[in-house]
């Protein structure tokens, strides 16, 4: 059909209205494509330029500033100081060697430290800043910055270090950071790539460790422009890193400098707990040593010396160390015989020295005996024989679990380095573990704390706490982290009756009190401070029948290592207790002459907030004990250098 002229003129108008549109369309879009063009040519030319020149950008990461950690009264333990170093990074060097070797003739450095720098660089990516030489001093750094332009690949910095401005004190509890090595990255699930920088440091021991995460903080990063020579021209752009979280601790720095300085020239371990929270206001182990030596770098000699102390410093003895609690494991015993209805506070036993099982006699450590004892007196004399009476009614599964409930034979959950569970025998455990039955005289030993039973100083402080509270108190040493209170530990009732503990309390203030009390030679004669306690004394040897016939040793007629371990358990103040403590003197002796009289003035220390009031001390002893007071190396707070290290 042949269209009209109308429709003819009608379609060509539609026809050119499209192509107008869409040719406005291809306009537009080509307009808009030219103008990203300019601003890519153009606006943006010397970025692209340097991104097509593909090693002309780095990307560098930013360590960021380990969070600090301060005592519960806010004073620093665990800070950060400058450190001017000197990093390579080996992609922006054609000749490494040439290279160091300018760096030496510009800084001391020892063919050892040449070495090692020459292994990092073979090890470590050729993208990352390796450490060549750090602890430089100003003048050292301002040689290598001045000659800048001539080192390629060479970048002066200032970062940071960790210091430990209390030293010794808190060797044990907060521990000490110290580089990345292979074996750290082989043993920890971590794919953070501050980890792979080297000499960055992460927490070695102690809570610097067991606080890592919170301590070390995120990375951030920058972009630099490196000229052909691998020579930083200018910085593009920045990521900054993010400071770790400050940690706050419960521990009280005058409380624990105290602490360590009594035990300073002993081989021993105290714990203070504040029984209303839980709170850990003093962990003492000596010897001690200074953790600043490991953080710039121990020598061989130091390190041997600490090795090869047969005292140990290393070790954190108050938490790591485990020792047959003695007598301080009777009132476990007494709380698990009252509960079961196998013996009242007024009934009595007889003791005659031993008592005879299965053709074997189980000594006292009186050797004449005590005569007829009840609860309070057997307590206070530390009568063995009525302990084994009442394990022969008791047995060992009903100790053991008092044991537990107390907090004896569990590991409990504070930031520090290998925290020992302790041990809790049962009938089951030693068929697993011993492959032997359970036999009375084990239960005659567990009775007295001795045999297989094994605990801590941290844990007799907590048991203590809880005879003292009749609550679950739990050890807590993060009072807070970045202003974020962490939970007390008081502690639920334990349910034990309140009677039994109030006559396990009154045996503990018989000890430390009246006359004829193991610990009544240490008393505290200030009735506001008075103090409740046990002493110990755990065998690290076995006295066989012709030593017995002829006289047992003197434990000053033998070797060190041979000698009994004195302990003493305590709270204070008796009517309304505060706090509780746990003192160990390894091979020291008895409790009541090693171990009280350190309880007495730590328990004083803590109570007071300074050092003892001669007040408090019997009259006839306060001439010694102020000359022995006055020789211990306390903080003074307006000097503010760190204590000598006690190793």
């Not at 419960?250 to 035990?263: E, K, M, P, S």
């Not at 359970?438 to 704390?449: F, T």
Request: one cysteine or more.
């Amino acid at each position: 059909m042949r269209r009209s002229p109308k429709d003819t003129e009608e379609s060509a108008a539609i026809i050119s209205r499209r192509g107008l549109v869409l040719g406005g369309g291809m306009a537009a879009f080509a307009a808009v494509l030219g103008l990203r063009m300019r601003h890519l040519q153009v606006d943006q030319a010397d970025q692209f330029r340097l991104l097509a020149e593909e090693n002309r950008i780095n990307i560098r990461l930013l360590p960021p500033a380990r969070g600090q950690i301060f005592d519960r009264n806010g004073l620093l333990i665990a800070g950060n100081e400058q450190n001017y170093r000197v990093t390579m990074v080996r992609d922006e060097v054609d000749d490494p060697e040439e290279v160091l070797r300018a760096i030496s003739r510009l800084i001391p450095m020892t063919d050892e430290d040449l070495d090692h720098a020459r292994e990092e660089l073979r090890k470590r990516s050729r993208l990352v800043p390796v450490t060549i030489a750090d602890r430089l001093s100003w003048e050292d750094l301002s040689q290598v910055a001045v000659n800048a332009p001539a080192l390629p690949g060479i970048s002066p910095e200032v970062g940071l270090s960790r210091s430990y401005p209390r030293g010794a004190d808190y060797a044990h509890i907060v521990g000490y950071v110290g580089p990345v090595s292979d074996y750290d990255l082989s043993r920890i699930d971590d794919k953070d790539p501050l980890l792979l920088i080297p000499k960055f440091q992460i927490g070695k021991t102690g809570s610097e460790n067991k606080l890592e995460r919170q301590l070390r903080g995120k990375a951030g990063t920058k972009r630099v422009e490196v000229n052909a020579i691998g020579r930083v021209m200018r910085e593009l752009g920045r990521d900054e890193s993010q400071k770790g979280a400050n940690v706050q601790l419960t521990i009280d720095t005058r409380l624990q400098n105290f602490v360590q300085a009594r035990l300073a020239g002993e081989s021993a371990a105290a714990v203070v707990i504040d029984v209303r929270t839980g709170d850990l206001v003093s962990i003492g182990s000596a010897p001690a040593f200074d953790p600043n030596m490991f953080v710039r770098g121990i020598s061989v000699k130091d390190y041997g010396d600490l090795t090869g102390n047969k005292y140990r410093p290393l070790a954190n003895k108050a938490v790591q160390g485990t020792y047959p609690p003695g007598s301080t494991f009777k009132m476990v015993t007494a709380l698990a015989a009252l509960e079961a209805g196998e013996i009242t506070p007024d009934e009595t036993v007889y003791c005659g020295g031993y008592t005879e099982v299965a053709s074997r006699r189980f000594h006292c450590w009186k050797r004449g005996g005590h005569g007829k004892v009840n609860l309070r007196n057997s307590l206070k004399q530390s009568c063995d024989v009525y302990y084994y009476d009442l394990a022969q009614r008791v047995g060992v599964e009903k100790i053991s679990a008092m044991a537990r409930r107390l907090g004896l034979g569990e590991r409990h959950d504070v930031p520090m380095s290998a925290v020992a569970g302790g041990l809790m025998p049962t009938k089951a455990w030693k068929k697993e573990n011993r492959g032997n039955d359970w036999v009375i005289g084990d239960s005659l030993n567990a009775s007295i704390g001795q045999g297989f039973v094994l605990a801590s100083p941290l844990q007799l402080a907590v048991m203590t706490a809880r005879i003292a509270t009749g609550r679950a108190v739990s050890p807590r040493l993060v009072k807070s982290v970045d202003g974020v209170e962490t939970p007390e530990g008081g502690g639920e009732p334990l349910g034990i009756d309140e009677e039994m503990l109030r006559q396990v309390r009154g045996g503990m203030f018989a000890v430390a009190n009246e006359t004829g009390g193991t610990g009544a030679a240490t008393r505290i004669v200030d009735k506001e401070l008075r103090m409740s306690g046990k002493t110990g004394t755990s065998q690290v040897r076995n006295i066989s029948k012709a030593e017995r016939a002829r006289g047992v040793f003197r434990n000053a007629d033998l070797p060190w290592e041979r000698r009994d371990h004195a302990l003493y358990v305590g709270f204070a103040p008796s009517d309304a207790p505060k706090y509780a403590v746990a003192v160990v003197v390894e091979h020291g002796g008895g409790g009541s002459t090693a171990a009280a009289p350190i309880a007495r003035d730590i328990m004083l220390a803590a109570q007071t907030d300074g050092v003892p009031p001669l007040s408090a001390y019997p009259s006839s002893q306060r001439g010694r004990i102020s000359s022995s007071l006055k020789k211990l190396k306390l903080w003074d707070p307006d000097q503010p250098e760190a204590p000598d290290s006690q190793a």
